[in-house]
């Protein structure tokens, strides 16, 4: 079936039924596979009396100037077909009066959603401001859908982390759920930005998750920063901005444990960002 698509809050509303489990992924649409991976899960965890809602919004308040806001790819027919595919009920793409008012997010608002010292760190220190952006955004959209249930990639780690961090600081009632990265048949984490890349562009960024395999194999985080590096350096056309361990907060590598190694690199004009699991100490 095909999703109805709304684009305004006061219509959105007559989708959500009450005592419905109501699941949300949010995007900014060019909707892929990793995508219809997010909605197949919402659908699992809701069930078919379950609602599942995706919202379409090319954010302007989470872009730089001098970012690709204006080249963002929109692409509302065919992201409509995706999520339907994958089982959502609805696709809610408000315009950016819709969401911010009448200065459509171009100007600033007075109450945002401060992500703490974690916004200013690994992405937030190449892009000032991204995270408050981001956060605020997704309380907004929580706001107008409702969600039991928040379903995001974990391709954007550092993202997920942050809502996280929102919804248990803030006491928000919604349960966040990370989903695995898909990716493509050479490793390549699946992103909207991938289509930025010309062939050859594609064919050196593969190294990307080959590098991030081998790091996450190692069992010390300095040894895995080494070995990543490494592997990157070979490649003439990646410019790398960040390869570091982490615990699972984005804190200090543990001594033993879980941990997670997250790169940062630049392919041509586009930026790429991935992560793996690894194991510290055993
Ligand atoms: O991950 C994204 O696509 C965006 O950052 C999000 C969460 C939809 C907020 O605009």
Known sequence: MTAEVRHTVVDL???LRTGAQRAVVMTMGALHDGHAELVRQARRMVGETGTVIVTVFVNPTQFSAGEDFDAYPRTLDDDVVVASEAGADVVFAPNAVEVYGL???FEPTSVTIDPGPLGDVLEGASRPGHFRGVLTVVSKLMGMTYPDVALFGEKDYQQLTLIRRMVADLSMPVEVVGVPT???ADGLARSSRNRYLSPEERRV???I???LAAAAQQSDPQEAVETGLRILSREPGIDVDY???TDLDLGPAPRIGDARVLVAARVGTTRLIDNQPMRVGS
């Open 103 to 105: 200065t459509g997010g």
């Open 205 to 207: 960024a593969a190294v």
């Open 209 to 211: 998750p080959q590098a």
């Open 243 to 245: 390869l570091v361990v």
């Open 13 to 15: 509303r007559g989708d």
């Open 182 to 184: 898909v990716r493509e």
